[in-house]
């Protein structure tokens, strides 16, 4: 009963703050202003959530639309990709920065006319960030992660997915653990940015909410590190489960 109470102390303790911010620009526009208005002030050991198209317009990365095709964009950005007459509503399949994401990730929604890219250099942008907002808000712990959303194979809609993070180890590894009756667990790992981006994405919004990051804090089970593990997170296309349905990008 004792631990009972524990576990639901801890969840009862947790905040989700939305982060509701001025319209932010494209072509170009200044991350860092968004911090210095309106912004609440960062506790030590808060996850922050910031959406990749924030980070995309930071870094310049929209092309207006009309000056170039989108099928030569979804190209050029792809590391791999499948244009086919059957997949529906025009879009493209395409692996983007070791992601399964459609049409290279490129948005043309809340974007004022451009196409919206994804954002490049996630470790040095990341690392950046989380140094300089240390420092800003004096705090020696911060977790990070970039999120963008994706559709999933046999579901409709769409859900939130981690492009990046830095600051926490980002795999919890139950190898090794037992189950309920005894089996001992042989591949399970529980991904902490896969896992928090997708409630984080939702309470976010993806229409005109107008809240493109957002603040966990109190979260259970998140390790600091100053580290860069998020590569732990990616596996290989040729040891993937899904390489057999994968076969045209191989």
Not at 38 to 47: H, I, K, Q, T, V
Not at 52 to 81: D, F, M, N, P
């Amino acid at each position: 009963l004792k631990r009972m109470k524990d576990f639901n102390w801890i969840y009862f303790c947790m905040q989700f703050i939305p982060v509701k911010t001025r319209l932010f620009l494209p072509p170009k526009d200044d991350i860092w202003t968004l911090f210095d208005t309106s912004f609440p002030w960062l506790e030590n050991g808060d996850l922050l959530f910031i959406s990749s198209k924030i980070l995309a317009i930071h870094q310049w990365r929209c092309v207006k639309i009309g000056t170039a095709e989108k099928k030569s964009l979804i190209e050029k950005e792809s590391e791999k990709y499948l244009i086919n007459e059957h997949i529906p509503w025009g879009l493209y399949l395409t692996i983007t920065d070791n992601t399964l994401i459609p049409s290279a990730g490129i948005d043309e929604s809340n974007a004022n006319g451009y196409y919206i890219l994804l954002p490049k250099d996630y470790q040095e942008e990341v690392k950046k960030l989380h140094t300089c907002l240390l420092k800003k808000y004096q705090i020696n712990q911060l977790w990070i992660i970039i999120t963008d959303t994706t559709s999933r194979p046999l579901r409709y809609g769409t859900a939130g997915i981690a492009l990046y993070s830095y600051g926490f180890y980002p795999l919890i590894d139950k190898r090794g653990e037992q189950d309920l009756f005894g089996k001992t667990m042989e591949l399970t790992q529980i991904n902490l940015p896969e896992s928090l981006s997708s409630f984080a994405v939702y309470l976010m919004g993806e229409t005109n909410e107008q809240t493109p990051m957002l603040i966990a804090r109190g979260m259970p089970h998140i390790h600091y590190t100053v580290e860069d593990f998020y590569p732990q997170t990616i596996v290989p296309i040729d040891q993937d489960i899904y390489a057999p349905l994968l076969k045209n990008f191989l």
